[in-house]
């Protein structure tokens, strides 16, 4: 199989958008997690898409001064993933 070097960049640059987005998710929960003792589990969710409660917390998380999740960050870097693989295994 023969990778490209447009195939790696696309592939670490996802890998790195979702790094980033993880963290992001990490440092606006687990402020959030501290404050309202809520459970880590429901707040899991709100790293994949966003529901009502991810919303209120978004919003509060914006309030106390922290720029708010958003999931959008995470999916780009899932497509730039799949695109790679998908770009690899249409040049074999």
Same mark, same amino acid.
């Given at each position: 199989?023969?990778?490209?070097v447009k195939?790696?960049?696309?592939?670490?640059?996802?890998?790195?958008?979702?790094?980033?987005?993880m963290i992001?998710?990490?440092?606006?929960?687990?402020?959030?997690?501290?404050?309202?003792?809520?459970?880590?589990?429901?707040?899991?969710? +709100?790293g994949i898409?966003?529901?009502?409660? +991810?919303?209120?917390?978004?919003?509060?998380?914006?309030?106390?001064?922290?720029?708010?999740?958003?999931?959008?960050?995470?999916?780009?870097?899932?497509?730039?993933?799949?695109?790679?693989?998908?770009?690899?295994?249409?040049?074999?």
């Amino acid at each position: 199989m023969t990778v490209t070097v447009k195939n790696k960049r696309l592939y670490y640059a996802g890998n790195t958008i979702v790094g980033i987005a993880m963290i992001w998710w990490y440092v606006v929960f687990s402020k959030v997690e501290s404050i309202t003792k809520m459970n880590s589990g429901k707040l899991l969710v +709100c790293g994949i898409y966003t529901t009502k409660l +991810c919303g209120r917390i978004d919003g509060s998380a914006e309030l106390m001064g922290h720029t708010a999740y958003n999931p959008i960050l995470l999916w780009v870097g899932f497509g730039l993933i799949a695109a790679s693989k998908m770009w690899t295994n249409r040049q074999n």
